[in-house]
């Protein structure tokens, strides 16, 4: 079973639904991010969680919403979805904590499409 | 935050050494520098990370400069799998926050 879970992994909607893309994670980790890429272009970085108690808005955070309901899940909502918010969205993971490198893991992906 | 700026895309032949080059002018004495590796339709996934000088592992090399202000990421002998996009990362990894990416440099190798 992977590290860092993501669901849905495909979703096609419709304009002005609201979406909920979901993200667990099994690796113990206390940060946990949500990018969005779009076709050919990098990672931005939507919102980010250092604990449970702590929200940060990221690069492109209007139109996104977060919950982070336990330290192992963190959740993206979109409160009315629009075709612009079309993309492939990552959840990650990182134990800053530890004294390691920081190193981010990556969950593998929730493609979402807005008609 | 240190941004960091890097070429668009580069060709390569199998076989050769390929060398990334990432610019981070402000970056601060905390930070580290990461480099990460992205497939397509798949999530990056951490290459190096380094503070000074060089840091060698068994997938890349990282070298940078005493002034620390850019860095060079340095693949051995690519494949045709190491076709990708490379993103260069500066913060402080303590922190790990607003860990943002950039558009990378994606590396084509050719046969």
């Known amino acids: 079973d992977a590290d860092v879970t993501q669901t849905p992994r495909n979703r096609i909607t419709k304009t002005g639904k609201r979406i909920m893309l979901e993200c667990s994670q099994t690796?113990?980790?206390?940060?946990m991010y949500w990018y969005r890429q779009d076709p050919g272009l990098g990672l931005q970085l939507i919102y980010y969680?250092?604990?449970?108690?702590?929200?940060n808005k990221g690069e492109i955070s209007d139109g996104y919403s977060v919950s982070r309901q336990a330290q192992a899940k963190f959740s993206l909502s979109l409160e009315s979805a629009i075709p612009n918010q079309t993309a492939l969205y990552f959840c990650a993971t990182s134990d800053a904590l530890g004294g390691g490198t920081g190193e981010l893991f990556f969950g593998e992906g929730s493609r979402l499409t807005v008609l | 935050l240190a941004k960091t700026t890097q070429p668009i895309s580069m060709d390569s032949y199998e076989g050769q050494e390929v060398n990334i080059t990432c610019s981070h002018n402000n970056i601060a004495t905390n930070d580290y520098i990461t480099w990460y590796q992205q497939f397509p339709s798949q999530g990056p996934r951490f290459i190096i990370q380094g503070y000074k000088t060089k840091v060698t592992n068994e997938v890349a090399s990282l070298f940078i400069p005493a002034d620390r202000k850019s860095s060079t990421l340095s693949l051995p002998r690519v494949s045709l799998s190491d076709t990708a996009v490379y993103y260069c990362l500066v913060g402080d990894r303590r922190l790990n926050n607003d860990m943002r990416f950039g558009a990378g440099t994606r590396l084509t190798v050719k046969p």
């Open positions: 969680s250092f604990d449970v108690k702590d929200i």
């Open positions: 690796k113990g980790h206390d940060r």
